[in-house]
């Protein structure tokens, strides 16, 4: 357990409406990271980032966007969601000290 | 881009039985983790092997790095219904800035 908290946990919305995904973090881990999980592909890295305001995209990162405004927190916002957007989505930390990913309990999002 | 194939994506077998999951890629990762995650949480980390070659065992799951860094297996011995869940081997990439490269996962179904 690396502290690792993610709001909400379930949601579901319609296709246009926007949807913010919180994930934050009590240990002051500089690295943060928001996947994907869908049947057969795994977890895709979506965006990450490596300290306040310092964020990159990853190999799945259109139609999200990121911000990190403080240490303990990494939003992630669909701005127009859309159905294909339908999935679980992960946030995770890396302990330096261990250069380990850990990983938040997950929120389960459902576009309509 | 770089990619992990895992397989199978689906096993299910008897209690006692052994089973292997074979990770593969053509591109050489600085090391590669394996991760289990039960339904409605987030990936929990198994082991990270680093070294070509290396074996890892973790009582009776043992892990193994291929010589050229390729490729990985986790062979279960004796499986037991606790050990259900999906597995997914990730690859820490040498020019990626450390970011994970997951394969697809193999869910795993040991019946009494």
């Known amino acids: 357990d690396a502290g690792i908290t993610q709001s909400p946990r379930h949601k579901v919305t319609e296709t246009g409406t926007p949807v913010t995904l919180r994930c934050h973090q009590t240990e002051n881990h500089r690295y943060m990271y928001w996947y994907r999980q869908d049947p057969g592909h795994g977890l895709r890295l979506i965006h990450y980032?490596?300290?306040?305001?310092?964020?990159d995209k990853g190999e799945v990162s259109d139609g999200y966007s990121v911000s990190r405004s403080k240490t303990e927190d990494f939003l992630l916002t669909l701005e127009s969601a859309t159905s294909s957007q339908t999935s679980v989505y992960f946030c995770a930390i890396t302990r330096e000290v261990t250069d380990t990913q850990y990983f938040g309990p997950g929120t389960r999002l459902t576009v309509l | 881009t770089q990619l992990l194939e895992q397989s199978p994506q689906f096993l299910s077998i008897q209690e006692g039985e052994n089973l292997t999951v074979y990770c593969n890629s053509s591109s050489v990762f600085s090391s590669l983790q394996w991760y289990r995650q039960e339904p409605g949480e987030g990936p929990v980390l198994l082991v990270t092997v680093v070294t070509g070659g290396e074996v890892k065992k973790l009582k009776r799951l043992t892990f193994q790095f291929g010589d050229a860094r390729k490729d990985s297996s986790l062979h279960i011995t004796a499986a037991q219904p606790g050990d259900t869940g999906l597995y997914l081997c990730a690859g820490v990439s040498y020019n990626q800035g450390g970011k994970l490269i997951f394969g697809q996962g193999t869910e795993l179904s040991v019946k009494p």
């Open positions: 980032s490596y300290g306040v305001k310092d964020t």
